[in-house]
């Protein structure tokens, strides 16, 4: 089994269930553990799928607060490809920048 296929998967199934930025507790999470982690542990869904930092896991978990899940956004390998060819035809391989600089470059891509 390919498992990073698998975590893209699972990933897709819930953002397609509403999921992505969703707020959970801890007991929300344990469903969606049930139901998407057969394979892993739940520390290893906490945070390979859902997105969740260590010391959020351990928050909600603990605490009985929320974390927000799925929030970051996949760019598919081809596409990040295609940014870096063009950074590389703009001269800006192996070029030291500042943040101002990152900054037009991530607006602009």
């Known amino acids: 089994m390919d498992v990073e296929k698998y975590i ?3 990933k897709e199934k819930l953002r ?3 999921y992505a930025g969703k707020s959970i507790n801890y007991e929300e999470l344990q469903e969606l553990y049930k139901k998407y982690g057969q394979g892993m542990g739940e520390k290893s869904f906490a945070l390979q799928v859902l997105g969740i930092s260590y010391s959020n ?4 978990k603990n605490k009985g607060t929320k974390a927000k899940i799925l929030k970051e956004i996949e760019i598919e390998k081809e596409e990040i490809e295609k940014i870096q060819e063009k950074l590389r035809e703009e001269g800006y391989a192996g070029k030291s920048i ?8 991530y607006k602009k891509y």
Not at 57 to 60: E, W
Not at 98 to 105: A, H
């Open 16 to 18: 397609e269930e509403g």
């Open 8 to 10: 893209i998967d699972i």
């Open 57 to 60: 896991y351990m928050t909600i």
């Open 98 to 105: 500042n943040y101002e600089e990152l900054q037009e470059l």
